[in-house]
């Protein structure tokens, strides 16, 4: 059985959040966007939707999600897979963190998903977690890197498809500390900096394309 969230507003966004994190484990949730919500950070030490673990949530709609405050708008933890379809999430110029971080848990980026505007980037990965793009979905327009794979300890980003990292004002991706980032498709263009950066990471290329960065 699947819950069913309609978030309108930041009041029936902090019920579907509430929601979830009461709701136990083994759940599977599903949040309906359809207006562009100003929403909390969750905390370094917190998790957006707690400690209910072999949860799945899938947050979907022609909306936006942007954070209140210069911080993360959503962290994923152990046993928690986050889906975002279609969705916008809308970073902010003043936070010196990226938008998700999938420390432990996965993350999925599918459909038109885009993510944009964010000082610090846009999507980090550590603690063995994983990262997938697919479809049509983009990181671009981050005031950093895009996606960080390793935020001091290994992560997984594959990236599928026509999803693209581009047009942010520092690296593309970066892999670091034995991290591994396989491309299977899509594209990685236009950033500042490299378009794949690897220190004492794995990048494994089985059919995207990396191009038109500035160095290269």
Do not use: C
């Amino acid at each position: 059985m699947t819950n069913n969230w309609n978030v309108r507003d930041l009041e029936t966004w902090k019920a579907a959040v509430n929601g979830i994190r009461n709701g136990g484990n083994g759940m599977t949730h599903s949040i309906a966007i359809n207006a562009d919500i100003l929403v909390p950070v969750t905390p370094v030490a917190e998790k957006t939707f707690g400690s209910a673990v072999n949860i799945t949530v899938t947050l979907e709609g022609r909306g936006s999600l942007s954070p209140s405050d210069g911080g993360t708008l959503l962290r994923i933890g152990n046993g928690q897979t986050v889906i975002v379809r279609d969705l916008t999430l809308r970073g902010r110029g003043d936070s010196m963190m990226t938008v998700v971080a999938a420390w432990g848990g996965e993350f999925v980026m599918e459909g038109g998903a885009v993510i944009t505007g964010n000082f610090g980037g846009g999507v980090s990965v550590s603690a063995d977690g994983k990262f997938i793009m697919k479809d049509r979905a983009v990181v671009k327009g981050n005031s950093n890197t895009g996606v960080f794979v390793d935020y001091g300890s290994p992560g997984t980003f594959i990236m599928k498809d026509n999803a693209s990292v581009s047009g942010n004002t520092e690296d593309g991706v970066y892999v670091g500390k034995a991290s591994t980032f396989i491309m299977e498709g899509g594209t990685v263009s236009g950033n500042s900096g490299r378009g794949v950066r690897v220190d004492d990471g794995t990048f494994i290329n089985k059919g995207g394309t990396v191009s038109g960065n500035t160095e290269g």
